[in-house]
């Protein structure tokens, strides 16, 4: 009798130390996650894990453990589960390196491996992809959101070294840029099959991005120092298959966002979707002609924006003193948010050759939610387990091959109020 007990008792202890063992999943380390949108991506994360039942841990990497422990208090990320780690991207390469080195090794060992999840704007300003290289080095996959051209460009020339690693990486991903640019994707691969079911040949002729978004989104001061950054970058546009910088904040436009939205204006503002499109969608073929606008509520914002170009561009350009400046006006900027909402809108019209038209739109209540959502769903879909839909190297989104593109898509849809792909 004893020895039926013992058994059976053996046999429960083993039982629950394999299911520990089965219930450590994928690593995830979500630098800049106390922020806005690093928080709303780490909600996400679990989320959407959770809701696969697929066994995830987060680590916030950040500099301060303060901005971690605020982001705990008011529920910017979940109360538990969710661990720190200090690191500095903007310091030492090499100390960076080692910091994501003992993380690595201070994990619980995991078949679903490991991951960085790059979430720490405003990006504006750096020039050198050192998380992405460290990530690199360390075989861990990265994604990240950056709305900087030059850097992501930096980031697209470890493209071989990532293959040699066995690495994937998206750059450049989120809600826009990200998603925006899969809407591209899809618009141009409806205009081309269209074309091939009637025998004919389909060029791209334009591509065309719009966004609105009220307010900053509830995605904070952040958000708001990257548009002041913005105003002192050169607008990438493409013609007739040919770059041409542009001035910001002008050529203004009257564009239908769709039900519950309506027309908004919007004006030229640089967006890394332009030239990862126009040069990587279909690299073998003219660049389109290709530009970006965007626009907010209230009607009053826009003109600011356009009123600070007025600024010394060296001002406009500095980080820390737009970020500064957007902290102190955080007050004004929630009050403001409260009175017009949060909403996000995209559009993009793709025009063939052959005169054919397509127009998508995508729209969510709040900025801050679906930007984490998206951000989550590109990480996500890069380390599927049942079956690998982003293979190793450095990715822009609109490179991404149609089962991925369309798995993102669907994810990013929950919410929406306007979904017309």
């Known amino acids: 009798m004893m020895v039926g007990v013992t058994t059976v008792l053996l046999l429960l202890v083993f039982s629950i130390a394999l299911l520990n063992s089965c219930c450590v999943g ?23 894990s959770d809701r696969e039942q697929n066994p995830i841990s987060i680590t916030v990497g950040g500099r301060r453990s303060e901005s971690y422990q605020a982001a705990l208090r008011n529920k910017v990320i979940p109360s538990e589960g969710v661990d720190f780690v200090s690191l500095d991207i903007d310091g030492d390469e090499s100390a960076l390196k080692q910091t994501l080195e003992q993380w690595k090794n201070s994990c619980s060992p995991s078949d679903d491996g490991y991951m960085v999840v ?25 994604v990240d959101v950056c709305d900087e051209f030059e850097l992501a460009e930096s980031s697209k020339e470890l493209d071989q070294m990532a293959k040699a690693a066995g690495v994937p990486a998206i750059v450049s991903c989120g809600i826009w840029p990200g998603v925006s640019a899969l809407m591209a994707a899809e618009g141009v691969d409806q205009l081309k ?3 091939e079911a009637s025998g004919e040949k389909v060029d791209i002729e334009s591509i065309d991005y719009s966004f609105f978004t009220a307010g900053t989104g509830n995605a904070g001061p952040t958000i708001v ?7 002192a970058t050169p607008v990438i546009t493409f013609m007739n298959g040919i770059r041409q910088d542009k001035e910001p904040w002008t050529e203004m436009k009257e564009v239908d966002f769709g039900s519950g939205i ?28 290709c530009s970006s606008r965007f626009g907010t509520d209230p009607l009053p914002w826009n003109y600011l924006f356009g009123a600070m170009k007025a600024l010394p561009r060296s001002l406009l350009y500095n980080r820390d003193a737009m970020q500064n ?20 809108a995209m559009r993009c019209d793709v025009t063939a050759t052959n005169g054919n038209t397509t127009t998508l739109r995508i729209a969510h209540p709040d900025l801050e939610q679906c930007v984490g959502l998206a951000t989550a769903a590109f990480a996500l879909e890069m380390v599927k387990k049942d079956k690998q839909t982003v293979l190793p190297g450095v990715w822009f989104p609109s490179e991404l091959g149609s089962e991925a593109r369309k798995n993102i898509l669907d994810v990013s849809k929950e919410d929406a109020f306007v979904y017309e792909l």
């Open 325 to 344: 400046f957007a902290l102190f006006s955080e007050p004004i900027i929630r009050l403001v948010d409260k009175l017009v909402g949060a909403t996000n």
């Open 193 to 195: 099959k269209k074309g």
């Open 262 to 289: 309506g027309n908004k204006p919007v004006w030229l503002l640089d967006n890394p979707d332009v030239p990862t499109t126009a040069m990587y969608l279909n690299p073998n073929e003219k660049p389109p002609n």
């Open 225 to 231: 120092s990257a548009t002041f950054l913005l105003l």
């Open 118 to 142: 790059h979430t720490g704007g405003p990006f504006q300003g750096r020039t050198s992809p050192v998380l992405l290289r460290s990530c690199i080095e360390l075989a861990m996959p990265y």
């Open 26 to 48: 994928l690593n995830v380390l979500v630098v800049g996650g106390s922020g806005r949108v690093g928080g709303s991506t780490v909600r996400w994360l679990k989320t959407l």
